[in-house]
C-alpha cells in the first residue's frame, strides 16, 4: 500500500524517524555507559558483557500501545524493503540507524505454524512452529546479523570504519548467517568464520564456504573456537559477530515482536519456549517481551521456557538451585548434542540471562521464566514425530517439543496455554541426525536408539523377473520398456495393497 493511502491519522508514524533515540552500551556489571560510536563487546572498565538501551526510551510511551498496534499493522503493508523484515519494529530495535543503511536480505515474518490434532493429543496442549529455518541462511540467527550488520554498514556510510574483517565463532549457523550478510557488504566487508572441526554439519559447512568466507576449523568444540575469537577482538582490528555483539541481541527480540503481532498483542495464556545454547537467543526473547510490556503494547508478559539438552545444560543446572542466593554458574564440558547449534557449556550471554529472567518475573509478580532439560532420545523422538505431521522443525525444534511435554508433565505449563516452539533452524541442515536415527547409526556417547515405528528407508524396486531395466544413458524401448513399466507398477500397487480400478 502506499503512503497516501493510509489513514491520515496514521501516516506520520508509518515511516519511522531517527530523531530522539540515545542509544548506548551499558555494562551489566557495574552499569557504565559507552557510547555507540564504536564497536565495544565488553566493558573496558570491568570486562562484563554489555546490552544496549535507549536512554530517551520513555519518548516511546507517549504513544500508547493501541496506537503502536496500528503503527505496526499498517507498517507491514508497505513495500519499502528497509521495513520489511525485523526493521518493521525499528523504534524498538535499531532507532538511530537511517533507514538508508538498513539490510534486508529477506529475514524476519517467519510462520506460525499450528500443530494439527494429532500433535496436540499428544503434547496435550495447543502449540505452534515459529518456523525460523525459513530465514535466508534457514536459522534466527539471521535476525540478530540483520541488525549487527546493519549498524556496521552505517558505521562505514558515517566514514567511521572502513575495510571491516567480520570475525565469528560457531556452531554452525552463526557463521553461515554472519558470512551471507557479509557478503552482501562486499566490498566494504570481509568475514572470516572458526568452526569446531567436525561439529558442524555439512549443510552448515557449506554455507560459508559457499558466501565466499574464509573458514578456519579448529579443534575441540565450540567454547575452545570462541575463546580463540575473543582473542583476536581483543588484540586485533576486527568486528565480532558472535551475540556477545549486542547488536545481534536487538536484532533477535524481532522474535518476541512478530509473536505478540501475530497474536494480536494478547500474551495472555502464552507460553513462548526456546531452546538455549549461547543464550543470545532467550536472552532476546525476555528483553523483546520486556520492551513491549513496558511501552503497553502488550499488557502481559507470556511464560518463556528454556531447554537444554542433558549433553549441555549450564543453565538448566544453574537455576535447578530453587534459592537464587545459593545459586552458582558452573560451566559444564559438553557430551555429543543432536541439538547441536545448542552444544555449548559456557554460555557467553549467562549474565545477561540472570539480569534479565530476574528482572521478568519481579515484573511480571511471579515466576515466569522457567528452565527445562530433556533426554537426546526425546529430542530425536518428537523431531521425527512433529515432521511426520507436517512441520520441518530441526532437532533444536524437536528439543523444544520435547521441552514441552516435559514441562506439560511437571505442570509448568497447563492445558489452557498457548504455547509457541522456536524450530530455530531448518530441518534440512541437521538430516544427518535423522539418517543415523534412521539406519541406527548414532554412536553410542549420544545415548540414541531409534524406535521402529519411527524409521524410514527407501525401498528398491527391481523386480526379479525383468531380464533388463533403464539405466542412465542407457534407455529401454519397445517390449522391453513396456514390460518394465508394467512389472515395476504392479510391484508397487502390490506392496501399497492398492485396489484394481
Ligand atoms: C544458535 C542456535 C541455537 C542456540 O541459540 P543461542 O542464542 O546460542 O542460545 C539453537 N538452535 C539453532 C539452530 C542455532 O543456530
Ligand atoms: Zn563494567
Not at 509478580?365 to 530425536?380: L, Y
Not at 532437532?395 to 504455547?419: F, N, S, Y
Amino acid at each position: 500500500m502506499k503512503l497516501e493511502d493510509f489513514p491520515k491519522e496514521i501516516q506520520p508514524f508509518v515511516i519511522p524517524k531517527q530523531k530522539g533515540a540515545e542509544m548506548v552500551y551499558r555494562c551489566l556489571g557495574c552499569d557504565a555507559e559507552y557510547g555507540i560510536e564504536k564497536l565495544l563487546y565488553t566493558c573496558p572498565a570491568c570486562g562484563e558483557v554489555l546490552l544496549i538501551y535507549d536512554n530517551n526510551f520513555e519518548r516511546l510511551k507517549k504513544i500508547s500501545g493501541k496506537v503502536w498496534h496500528r503503527i505496526f499493522d499498517y507498517r507491514k503493508m508497505l513495500k519499502m524493503p528497509a521495513l520489511r523484515g525485523i526493521y518493521l519494529y525499528h523504534e524498538f530495535i535499531g532507532p538511530v540507524i537511517p533507514l538508508s543503511s538498513v539490510i534486508w536480505l529477506g529475514e524476519g515474518h517467519t510462520p506460525l505454524v499450528q500443530a494439527n490434532e494429532i500433535m496436540q493429543e499428544k503434547a496435550d496442549v495447543k502449540f505452534y512452529f515459529k518456523n525460523d529455518g525459513q530465514n535466508p541462511s534457514a536459522s534466527f540467527k539471521d535476525r540478530g546479523m540483520a541488525s549487527a550488520l546493519s549498524y556496521i554498514n552505517f558505521l562505514v556510510q558515517k566514514g567511521l570504519v572502513s575495510d571491516v574483517l567480520a570475525v565469528c565463532a560457531s556452531t554452525g549457523d552463526t557463521s553461515a548467517s554472519a558470512a551471507l550478510y557479509a557478503s552482501y557488504l562486499k566490498p566494504h566487508v570481509k568475514s572470516a568464520v572458526l568452526l569446531p572441526h567436525k561439529k558442524v554439519t555439512p549443510q552448515q559447512l557449506s554455507q560459508p564456504l559457499g558466501s565466499g568466507a574464509t573458514v578456519f576449523e579448529i579443534p575441540g568444540v565450540f567454547d575452545d573456537c570462541m575463546k580463540v575469537v575473543e582473542a583476536l577482538a581483543e588484540n586485533y582490528n576486527v568486528a565480532l559477530l558472535n551475540s556477545k555483539n549486542a547488536w545481534r541481541i536487538l536484532g533477535q527480540e524481532s522474535y518476541s515482536y512478530e509473536i505478540a503481532q501475530d497474536f494480536e498483542y494478547e500474551m495472555q495464556n502464552k507460553v513462548v519456549m526456546v531452546p538455549i545454547g549461547n543464550a543470545g537467543n532467550i536472552t532476546a526473547v525476555m528483553s523483546g517481551f520486556l520492551k513491549f510490556h513496558e511501552v503497553g503494547i502488550i499488557s502481559k508478559l507470556p511464560k518463556i521456557i528454556g531447554v537444554q539438552s542433558e549433553h549441555a545444560n549450564p543453565v538448566y543446572l544453574y537455576y535447578r538451585e530453587k534459592d537464587p542466593k545459593k545459586r552458582k554458574f558452573e560451566p559444564v564440558t559438553v557430551q555429543p548434542s543432536c541439538a547441536q547449534a545448542a552444544m555449548i557449556g559456557n554460555p557467553v550471554s549467562m549474565p545477561r540471562v540472570i539480569h534479565l529472567a530476574d528482572m521478568y518475573n519481579r515484573r511480571a509478580g511471579k515466576q515466569r521464566v522457567f528452565f527445562v532439560q530433556v533426554t537426546e532420545q526425546a529430542i530425536m523422538d518428537w523431531q521425527l514425530t512433529a515432521n511426520q505431521n507436517g512441520h520441518i522443525a530441526c532437532t533444536h525444534g524437536g528439543e523444544c517439543l520435547a521441552g514441552l511435554v516435559e514441562a506439560r508433565k511437571q505442570g509448568i505449563v497447563r492445558e489452557d496455554e498457548e504455547v509457541v516452539l522456536d524450530s530455530t533452524a531448518h530441518a534440512l541442515k541437521f538430516s544427518g541426525f535423522q539418517e543415523m536415527y534412521f539406519e541406527n547409526k548414532f554412536p553410542a556417547e549420544y545415548g540414541i536408539s531409534p524406535k521402529p515405528e519411527l524409521v524410514n528407508a527407501p525401498t528398491l524396486m527391481r523386480p526379479d523377473d525383468l531380464e533388463k531395466v533403464p539405466a542412465p544413458g542407457k534407455p529401454l524401448e519397445g517390449e522391453d520398456f513396456r514390460l518394465f513399466v508394467k512389472r515395476t507398477s504392479e510391484e508397487i500397487a502390490k506392496a501399497l495393497d492398492l485396489k484394481k480400478v
